[in-house]
């Protein structure tokens, strides 16, 4: 198998070859080591030396022999360093592997390495004093979104199909939107959390991946969705596979299409047009589309995601490997201050304001069947835009820049529902533009037999970017 032909494969087409013999997964991986080594030069997105060997996987899964990589977040395969993009955590490993990555492992997946992401995953942009910035393929003077960054990157560039991904205010729909991808941030419970973790930045983070294709994300869904063993929340179980839905029409859904933020950040306006596009075109098959949105009180957005910073910084302040203040960015000292003062009067406001943002969202959702937003407010910015090592932010100066940049996402995390974010708009410079759809809680089907509908009508495939193995010579 040669790098081009490699790279056109999503992941279930490259298990699709290696089922019927026509290559073998050893041929694939070697490919894929080839593909990670000349991708990284160019973008910059992984955080260690590849894997070697690949991490430990099962020779049956439904993915076996798929090359896959880990994002650098915090524990999550068995003995492999990570250090959350920081120079302050060093030497410390993971001592089991999460829920999740015992699924990945379980699904066959062959893991080659651990991903880029910004200091302390707090940021929209992946470029931690640590390792540098990492770079869009589409346009490499730009940034890749975060904290999902380097995973975003490098499935971008074609290096691997699929990567893993977390998402605890839009760090898997934001690195989708930048660089061209399918990002899914599953319903609240739907992907296991454990065993260290009960609810995961108070519940309003999530893991999962991010893909080219839709069907891609179908799959990986089916193969890791599902409690583990005493999570605190759990979503309801399918109705049937997710990979069905798929190839299954929606009937006329209720849509409805915002372009303004919650926030009242600037919106730019070939998002705004991208978004009001995928309107007309599911109007277009026959679903009802409206001009609405949620009640959002964004003062109570803005609590819950000082409490979901300060949860991070809790979480190192009493871990045994508790980082050296001198040897981390500014906005991660400042984070440090804050969770030190944090009171119980403080979380339990939060909580309060958590809740009246779910009540509302909960409540448009028994009117509407899904919700189409921008993903982003803004193209994916130049490198520097968002500069997370400058002493003079505040957490709050800090929260407010980033939700400039991406108003639409944080909204439901807290809220619980699934929401996906789509390539499809391209800005007028060629640049990627996403377009989030949101549905009721629990209800990821809808998502994908939408989503499958868009990709069908508004394809993105033939779309690649300038600095890609994908990209035709």
């Not at 699924?103 to 651990?114: C, H």
């Not at 869009?136 to 990567?163: I, T």
């Not at 957490?395 to 996402?409: C, N, R, V």
Request: hydrophobic residues 40%; contains cysteine.
């Amino acid at each position: 198998m040669q790098l081009h032909e490699y790279a056109r494969y999503d992941a279930v087409g490259l298990r699709n070859l290696i089922k019927a013999g026509e290559v073998t997964a050893d041929e694939v991986e070697a490919v894929a080591r080839e593909a990670l080594t000349t991708a990284n030069a160019v973008v910059n997105g992984l955080a260690l030396p590849l894997f070697t060997p690949a991490l430990d996987h099962a020779g049956n899964g439904p993915f076996t022999g798929v090359p896959f990589l880990i994002k650098d977040h915090g524990p999550v395969a068995r003995g492999i360093p990570f250090s959350l993009g920081s120079r302050a955590l060093q030497g410390v490993a993971a001592r089991h592997d999460s829920d999740l990555m015992a699924r990945f492992r379980a699904a066959g997946l062959v893991t080659l390495g651990l991903t880029t992401v910004p200091e302390m995953a707090i940021s929209f942009s992946t470029e931690s004093v640590r390792y540098g910035p990492t770079l869009n393929p589409w346009d490499l003077e730009r940034g890749v979104g975060g904290s999902s960054g380097g995973a975003a990157a490098l499935v971008a560039a074609g290096a691997v199909p699929v990567a893993h991904g977390s998402d605890g205010a839009g760090s898997i729909r934001i690195p989708a939107a930048c660089c061209g991808l399918v990002g899914l941030k599953p319903s609240r419970g739907r992907v296991p959390c454990g065993p260290d973790m009960g609810e995961p930045m108070l519940g309003m983070a999530y893991e999962f991946a991010l893909t080219r294709t839709v069907r891609d994300a179908a799959h990986l869904l089916d193969a890791v969705q599902g409690p583990g063993v005493g999570d605190k929340y759990t979503a309801p179980p399918p109705r049937r596979g997710y990979a069905d839905e798929t190839g299954t029409e929606p009937g006329p859904l209720r849509v409805a299409v915002n372009t303004a933020a919650w926030s009242g950040a600037w919106v730019d306006p070939q998002i705004a047009e991208a978004t009001v596009r995928v309107g007309r075109t599911l109007e277009q098959l026959g679903h009802a589309v409206t001009e609405a949105r949620p009640v959002i009180d964004w003062d109570a957005v803005m609590q819950c995601t000082t409490a979901t910073a300060v949860a991070i910084a809790s979480t190192l302040l009493l871990s045994p490997a508790r980082p050296d203040p001198a040897k981390l960015e500014a906005v991660s000292r400042r984070l440090l201050e804050v969770a030190k003062e944090y009171s119980a009067l403080d979380l339990m406001a939060a909580f309060g304001a958590q809740n009246r943002v779910t009540r509302s969202v909960g409540a448009f959702f028994t009117d509407h069947d899904l919700l189409v937003t921008p993903t982003l407010g803004r193209l994916p910015a130049p490198h520097g835009t968002l500069r997370y090592d400058d002493p003079g932010h505040t957490l709050a100066s800090w929260l407010e820049s980033i939700f400039d940049y991406g108003p639409f996402t944080m909204v439901f995390n807290i809220s619980g529902q699934p929401a996906i974010s789509l390539p499809l708009g391209q800005s007028d410079g060629g640049l990627p533009i996403g377009v989030q759809i949101i549905a009721p809680y629990g209800r990821e089907d809808l998502l994908f037999q939408t989503a499958a509908q868009l990709e069908h009508t508004m394809p993105w495939n033939h779309r690649t970017p300038r600095s890609s193995i994908r990209s035709p010579e």
